[in-house]
């Protein structure tokens, strides 16, 4: 079975080795033509509004069909991607999840550098203890839609 991972921008060699380690065939998707060719797909993380620039209508167009048919993965920017609704700025939603996100749902990054909370400090004992730097930008707040509870 062949998975694909949108490969436009984001973390998305991650997503490719893990699914190569469970066994997947792999194919990174560049562009909308290669949709053709896959079972599903994930959308790594990255930032959501460029994946709608470098994807542009056509290609956001052709990845919504896509959505509404085959099995789709989203994590951080690609869940966001997948949302009924997406706030905190407007933007565009594939309409795949009920769900409505919330973009940096509690401040932007910058205001966010150095501030002191639960979550920071469990990620940064995570980073020490696994010798990995800590790459999460942004936090989302992921509301059901009141259709789907």
Do not use: W
Not at 86 to 107: F, M, S, W
């Amino acid at each position: 079975m062949k998975i694909g991972v949108l490969a436009l921008q984001g973390d998305f060699d991650v997503h490719r080795k893990r699914l190569e380690e469970l066994g997947a065939e792999v194919v990174l998707v560049k562009k909308p033509e290669q949709f053709g060719e896959i079972a599903g797909l994930v959308i790594p993380g990255g930032e959501s509004s460029t994946f709608l620039n470098l994807l542009g209508e056509e290609g956001f167009a052709k990845l919504k069909d896509f959505v509404h048919v085959k099995p789709t993965f989203g994590t951080c920017a690609g869940a966001i991607l997948l949302a009924n609704e997406v706030e905190n700025p407007k933007q565009a939603g594939l309409g795949a999840l009920d769900i409505t996100i919330r973009r940096n749902a509690y401040g932007r990054p910058l205001a966010l550098a150095g501030a002191a909370s639960p979550r920071a400090a469990v990620a940064q004992k995570a980073n020490e203890k696994n010798s990995r730097r800590n790459i999460c930008g942004r936090d989302q707040r992921l509301d059901l839609s009141p259709g789907s509870r």
